[in-house]
């Protein structure tokens, strides 16, 4: 495929991401329907670059450990793998687990043999959330409104931080859990899976990640002039991506939501009143990122050696 082609291919998936994006936010953000100030719609696009951000910061998760595999990746191609891993992630059901090898697939020309640190970002990832979760529910098992389920909320939150702290060990540890493997499979894993501590940039990294959506929702809530605390929206935040990561639907369609609604439930938000923030939070931080990975999948391929033999 020539480079005009490929450009026009591009343009062409551009437009019509940028099309679906502005119809979205017709439908969503109506004004009169929602009833959402012009500050309010402020807001909202606020928390559009927030989740933007976030994925970038995940994106350099991603390149720090391709960088420590001995590999060169540059800053704007980490960047479209996290967009294509999250994509894949929300398009696909149980797609958390194919987001390594679509990333790693993203960039394969600049850093081929990049899945251990692919593999590192996601675990990371999901051991940040689970801990966000964790400590959000203690902390309200303290301090909150339900003592009836004190007991309940920090019985769990303990067996969490140990799920977290063993993820954590595992990614940390890949050159260690490599060597345990057929030598064959070692042989074509080669330097992608080594041990990397979660050094301070990694914390950085990551947490800034994970802070950067949890605000895009404390945004959304208010928004819709939703008051809740700090440690009530990170906490609300974290249960609704556990429940997007249960296999059967694509990006946990219908669990995210679910889990998001009973979250804020537990913290006094009525059902009626939730709904319409949710369905905006999915908007900003599902359908955007879906969108941008799908445009960012479709250049990758395009600069592949499959599409020059098309």
Same mark, same amino acid.
């Given at each position: 495929?020539?480079?005009?082609?490929?450009?026009? *291919?591009?343009?062409?998936? @551009?437009?019509?991401?940028?099309?679906?994006?502005?119809?979205?936010?017709?439908?969503?953000?109506?004004? !009169?329907?929602?009833? =959402?100030?012009?500050?309010?719609?402020? %807001?909202?696009?606020?928390?559009?670059?927030?989740?933007?951000?976030?994925? *970038?910061?995940?994106? /350099? %998760?991603?390149?720090?450990?391709?960088?420590?595999?001995?590999?060169?990746?540059?800053?704007?191609?980490?960047?479209? +793998?996290?967009?294509?891993?999250?994509?894949?992630?929300?398009?696909? #059901?149980?797609? @958390?687990?194919?987001?390594?090898?679509?990333? +790693?697939?993203?960039?394969?020309?600049?850093?081929? &043999?990049?899945?251990?640190?692919?593999?590192? +970002?996601?675990?990371?990832?999901?051991? &940040?959330?689970?801990?966000?979760?964790?400590?959000?529910?203690?902390?309200?098992?303290?301090?909150?409104?339900?003592?009836?389920?004190?007991?309940?909320?920090?019985?769990?939150?303990?067996?969490?931080?140990?799920?977290?702290?063993?993820?954590?060990?595992?990614?940390?540890? =890949?050159?260690?859990?490599?060597?345990?493997? #057929?030598?064959?499979?070692?042989?074509?894993?080669?330097?992608?899976?080594?041990?990397?501590? =979660?050094?301070? $940039?990694?914390?950085?990294?990551? $947490?800034?990640?994970?802070?950067?959506?949890?605000?895009?929702?404390?945004?959304?809530?208010?928004?819709?002039?939703?008051?809740?605390?700090?440690? /009530?929206?990170?906490?609300?935040?974290?249960?609704?991506?556990?429940?997007?990561?249960?296999?059967?639907? #694509?990006?946990?369609?219908?669990?995210?939501? +679910? @889990?998001?609604? !009973?979250?804020?439930?537990?913290?006094?938000?009525?059902?009626?009143?939730?709904?319409?923030?949710?369905?905006?939070?999915?908007?900003?931080?599902? $359908?955007?990122?879906?969108?941008?990975?799908?445009?960012?999948?479709?250049?990758?391929?395009?600069?592949?050696?499959?599409?020059?033999?098309?």
């Amino acid at each position: 495929m020539s480079s005009i082609a490929k450009r026009r *291919w591009g343009v062409a998936v @551009g437009t019509i991401a940028l099309v679906g994006y502005a119809v979205a936010f017709a439908f969503f953000l109506d004004i !009169g329907a929602l009833d =959402l100030s012009w500050g309010d719609v402020g %807001l909202l696009l606020i928390a559009t670059v927030l989740q933007l951000a976030a994925l *970038w910061l995940f994106g /350099e %998760l991603f390149r720090q450990g391709v960088l420590a595999a001995g590999n060169q990746l540059k800053r704007g191609t980490a960047f479209r +793998a996290a967009l294509v891993g999250s994509s894949i992630a929300r398009l696909l #059901p149980a797609g @958390g687990a194919v987001t390594p090898v679509a990333m +790693a697939w993203a960039v394969r020309k600049e850093a081929p &043999g990049s899945s251990g640190a692919a593999v590192r +970002a996601t675990g990371l990832n999901y051991a &940040g959330l689970v801990l966000i979760t964790a400590g959000g529910l203690f902390i309200h098992s303290i301090f909150g409104t339900h003592p009836e389920s004190a007991r309940t909320l920090r019985i769990f939150s303990g067996i969490a931080v140990v799920v977290a702290i063993v993820i954590v060990v595992v990614v940390s540890r =890949l050159g260690a859990v490599k060597d345990k493997l #057929p030598r064959r499979i070692r042989e074509r894993l080669g330097n992608s899976m080594i041990d990397l501590p =979660l050094d301070l $940039w990694a914390n950085l990294y990551l $947490w800034g990640r994970l802070a950067a959506e949890a605000v895009v929702l404390l945004l959304v809530l208010v928004a819709f002039d939703i008051d809740l605390g700090l440690v /009530e929206a990170v906490t609300a935040f974290g249960v609704s991506q556990i429940a997007a990561g249960i296999p059967g639907t #694509p990006g946990g369609i219908g669990f995210a939501e +679910a @889990g998001l609604v !009973g979250a804020l439930g537990f913290f006094g938000v009525g059902a009626t009143m939730a709904v319409a923030p949710v369905l905006i939070f999915r908007v900003v931080s599902y $359908w955007l990122p879906a969108g941008a990975g799908l445009v960012a999948g479709t250049s990758a391929f395009l600069s592949a050696p499959e599409a020059e033999a098309a």
